[in-house]
């Protein structure tokens, strides 16, 4: 990151100053650890700046990441309804986000994270951070399970983006969201709630 | 392609001149339309000289894509035995060959693949060419829904390979392979052979 002193010449490398820092620090010491204070003082900028430009650390880490969706909407909103249907909506939120325009920077994310070490460290952290405790929060799953149930759900979700947007490999990748959602939201589910035997000492 | 004249100076020369007209043919036409001759003819040899450096023109696939594992000898050892028990030999396979040595040539072909259409194009035409019509023929599965049924499975794969090898998230990451074989034997096996109501008509 390139530091830089002196009066600001205008606010978008401002806030160009604390993107970069945010992403350095997220990326190196975890969102958790990472302070808004802490990405200030990087960026050489008042917290209140900070606060000012990108509100909650949660919003200037998607900032930071690029990231097309807000995981604090949307997560909430696939999530409530019947626990049993939950890999349904999920698997239909997916679809729905990425077959839309916010699809293309979904790709590019997935892209970089694939190619860099660095994105994909981000990745990890908004996937745990963003997404996954506000799923497992809303659906009541053991907190022992919790990060296994997660990592699964990963493994299909990210397996059908790479499939379908990157790879495009037919007809998943032409095939309609209906039949998709068919397809992989009994496997969603079992990785959700169902019984994992082999997996949990059951 | 830098195509050249004249003499060759030697045996590296000509074979990596084949590699690339190989690569090229692949991905520009796909497997089944690129013959051994209009690769010899883009080389400028002679086709013999393709055959005596790489054999079959499934070997020269293979060597063009730098494949560290060969599905002619593999896809009909994860498939024979019990066609119930598909699903679970599949994944142990998948986790053998990624966890070996081999494994880092898998990662180096999936990140290229995700960064490169043209390598993308290539792991579409050896995913469909030549693990899937391999483990369809084996597996007795009706020609109509193999396409679909091999899309699904690469969705399952294609994503544990992304989030145990290269996003690196925990617990997956880490985890012992018995217990990955044992929570997504049943997914695999279920687009193998189950039934799919909401995809075929049943």
């Known amino acids: 990151m390139v ?3 002196g009066r600001r010449p205008g606010n978008q490398d401002t806030k160009q100053s604390i993107l970069e820092a945010a992403r350095t620090a997220f990326a190196e010491i975890g969102y958790d650890k990472a302070s808004i204070r802490a990405i200030a003082a990087a960026a050489q900028v008042d917290p209140a700046l900070v606060h ?3 509100g909650t ?3 200037l880490f998607l900032a930071s990441m690029n990231s097309p969706i807000d995981p604090a909407v949307l997560i909430p909103q696939a999530m ?3 626990r049993e249907e939950a890999g349904e909506r ?3 939120l ?3 986000v990425w077959d839309s325009p916010a699809g ?3 790709v590019a994310l997935l892209r970089s ?3 860099n070490e660095w994105t994909a460290r981000l990745m990890r952290e908004f996937l745990v951070t963003q997404v996954l405790r506000r799923a497992i929060t809303v659906l009541d799953i053991d907190e022992k399970e919790a990060p296994t149930r997660a990592a699964l759900v990963a493994t299909q979700i990210g397996g059908l983006a790479l499939v379908r947007y990157v790879l495009k490999v037919e007809p998943v990748a032409s095939a309609p969201a209906e039949q998709l959602v068919a397809a992989l939201a009994p496997t969603v589910q079992r990785y959700l709630t169902g019984d994992l035997p082999g997996v949990f000492e059951t």
Request: proline share 4%; aromatic share 8%.
């Open 3 to 5: 530091r830089r002193s």
């Open 52 to 54: 000012h430009y990108f």
């Open 57 to 59: 650390k949660e919003k």
């Open 80 to 82: 409530a309804g019947p």
């Open 90 to 92: 999920l698997v239909a």
């Open 94 to 96: 997916v679809l729905r």
């Open 104 to 106: 293309g920077a979904a």
């Open 113 to 115: 994270a694939v190619s």
